[in-house]
C-alpha cells in the first residue's frame, strides 16, 4: 500500500492542526493505521494506532487526551487530528499502516512524512 501525509504546517502553542493520510494500493481497511513522529536525531516515537475498522484506537501517554486518530475507510484515509499542541509536539509525523503495534519495525508501509512546527 503507498502512503501520502498530508497537513503539516507552522502553527502557535494551544493550536491545532489535522493531518491526512491517503492509501492507495492494497485494500486500506485490511490495515491497522498509526502516526509516529521524529525529530532530527532522535528515534522515531509512536504517537496514535487504530484498527482496522476503526473500533480500537492507542495513544501514546504524551498526546492522549489531546489528539484523535480516525480512519475513513471508504475514502482510503486516515486521520490525525491534534489539539491543544505544544513546542514540544514538534517533529515530522509519518503515517503507517501495517500490524497492530505501538513499533515502527511492525509497519510494513510509510507515508513521506509531513512537518508539523509549534512555536512557543
Known amino acids: 500500500v503507498q502512503l501520502q501525509a498530508s497537513g503539516g504546517g507552522l502553527v502557535q502553542a494551544g493550536g491545532s492542526l489535522r493531518l491526512s493520510c491517503a492509501a492507495s494500493?492494497?485494500?486500506?481497511?485490511?490495515?491497522?493505521m498509526a502516526w509516529f513522529r521524529q525529530d532530527p536525531g532522535k528515534e522515531r516515537e509512536f504517537a496514535a494506532a487504530i484498527s482496522g475498522s476503526g473500533s480500537t484506537t492507542v495513544y501514546a501517554d504524551s498526546v492522549k487526551g489531546r489528539f484523535t486518530i480516525s480512519r475513513d475507510n471508504a475514502k482510503n484515509t486516515g486521520y490525525l487530528q491534534m489539539n491543544s499542541l505544544k513546542p514540544e509536539d514538534t517533529a515530522v509525523y509519518y503515517c503507517?499502516?501495517?500490524?497492530?503495534?505501538?513499533?515502527?519495525?511492525?509497519?510494513?508501509?510509510w507515508g513521506q512524512g509531513t512537518q508539523v512546527t509549534v512555536s512557543s
Open positions: 494500493g492494497r485494500t486500506f481497511k485490511n490495515y491497522h
Open positions: 503507517a499502516a501495517g500490524s497492530s503495534s505501538v513499533f515502527a519495525r511492525r509497519y510494513n508501509y
